[in-house]
């Protein structure tokens, strides 16, 4: 399962970076094409994670997808993207930090009020379970772009992946064998 995952987001970074029309904008945002693909790959990989039946994904997938995209939402409102906090003062960093934290409160309580749906379609376990691998998926995903990042900065071939990583990818890949 694991070279599974692994090939996806390998081939993934191989179509970022040899296809120009899916390339990334001089923003560093993603083409609807990229953003498909990565939802592709996330419904997959929750999907096998979680254990979904497919009645049961029938009902999981659009009650997640709304959740997702309210959480979404209470990111997109923060002020402090491209904000350097070094160079903020006091008051300002002060102002921004209670933001910050009113903003996770209120992603909790979302969470909170969307498991009340969730445990009418899965179990505690697998809710449980899809919090996990939301955050496996993101933790992929950041290791991919990051091993992309060092290619294009030509610093070898991707193949060669830190001391740091491989460690990381070790304790992980144990823990995920730990839980089941």
Same mark, same amino acid.
């Given at each position: 399962?694991?070279?599974?995952?692994?090939?996806?987001?390998?081939?993934?970074?191989?179509?970022?970076?040899?296809?120009?029309?899916?390339?990334?904008?001089?923003?560093?945002?993603?083409?609807?094409?990229?953003?498909?693909?990565?939802?592709?790959?996330?419904?997959?990989?929750?999907?096998?994670?979680?254990?979904?039946?497919?009645?049961?994904?029938?009902?999981?997938?659009?009650?997640?997808?709304?959740?997702?995209?309210?959480?979404?939402?209470?990111?997109?409102?923060?002020?402090?993207?491209?904000?350097?906090?070094?160079?903020?003062?006091?008051?300002?960093? +002060?102002?921004?930090?209670?933001?910050?934290?009113?903003? $996770?409160? @209120? %992603?909790?309580?979302?969470?909170?009020? &969307? *498991?009340? !749906?969730?445990?009418?379609?899965?179990?505690?376990?697998?809710?449980?379970?899809?919090?996990?691998?939301?955050?496996?998926?993101?933790?992929?995903?950041?290791?991919?772009?990051?091993?992309?990042?060092?290619?294009?900065?030509?610093? +070898?071939?991707?193949?060669?992946?830190?001391?740091?990583? $491989?460690? @990381? %990818?070790?304790?992980?890949?144990?823990? &995920? *064998?730990? !839980?089941?």
């Amino acid at each position: 399962m694991k070279t599974t995952v692994i090939f996806a987001f390998l081939s993934f970074v191989v179509l970022l970076t040899s296809n120009p029309a899916t390339a990334q904008t001089e923003r560093g945002e993603l083409s609807p094409e990229q953003r498909e693909r990565i939802e592709a790959m996330r419904v997959a990989f929750i999907t096998r994670e979680i254990q979904l039946t497919s009645k049961q994904a029938e009902v999981f997938w659009p009650v997640y997808r709304e959740m997702k995209a309210e959480l979404d939402e209470l990111r997109e409102d923060s002020d402090l993207i491209g904000k350097n906090p070094m160079e903020m003062d006091d008051a300002e960093a +002060g102002k921004h930090l209670d933001q910050w934290f009113e903003r $996770r409160q @209120r %992603e909790l309580h979302l969470r909170e009020s &969307y *498991r009340e !749906r969730l445990q009418n379609v899965i179990s505690p376990k697998q809710i449980l379970a899809l919090y996990q691998a939301e955050n496996q998926f993101r933790r992929q995903m950041l290791r991919q772009v990051r091993q992309g990042e060092r290619m294009q900065r030509g610093r +070898g071939d991707g193949s060669e992946i830190n001391r740091r990583e $491989r460690i @990381r %990818e070790h304790r992980d890949e144990g823990d &995920y *064998r730990r !839980r089941n």
